[in-house]
Nanobody
Framework: QVQLVESGGGLVQAGGSLRLSCAAS????????MGWFRQAPGKEREFVAG????????YYADSVKGRFTISRDTSKNTVYLQMNSLKREATAAYYC???????????????????WGQGTQVTVSS
């Protein structure tokens, strides 16, 4: 079992920055892919970024490339999402997730992820 706890959400003005954290506990295997997803009201949950626990390979949705950075600190069992140049459309609940993934392709479908945090709200004001 893996437990994930997100933090760092809040209210920020458009153009500002936030850093989300996801603290993981339990058995984190090297093949895990850690992902960040977001879900705005009335919309489906969407992939934002992912990183392999065993390495530094990172993956991003096109909408956030160049502005968001995902990273992980294995000594702290924590995954981060640095969000810069935030836009109003980034307003959503952000979720951390873990995918027990032996494949070469990072899954972007929420249904492929095995563990989820409770989410943290990000609100971007104009």
């Amino acid at each position: 079992q893996v437990q994930l706890v997100e933090s760092g959400g809040g209210l920020v003005q458009a153009g500002g920055s936030l850093r989300l954290s996801c603290a993981a506990s339990g058995r984190i295997f090297s093949n895990y892919v850690m992902g960040w997803f977001r879900q705005a009201p009335g919309k489906e949950r969407e992939f934002v970024a992912g990183i392999r626990w065993s390495g530094s390979n990172t993956y991003y949705a096109d909408s956030v490339k160049g502005r968001f950075t995902i990273s992980r600190d294995t000594s702290k069992n924590t995954v981060y999402l640095q969000m810069n140049s935030l836009k109003r459309e980034a307003t959503a609940a952000y979720y951390c997730a873990a995918d027990h993934n032996w494949g070469a392709v990072v899954n972007v479908s929420p249904g492929e992820y095995d563990y989820w945090g409770q989410g943290t709200q990000v609100t971007v004001s104009s």
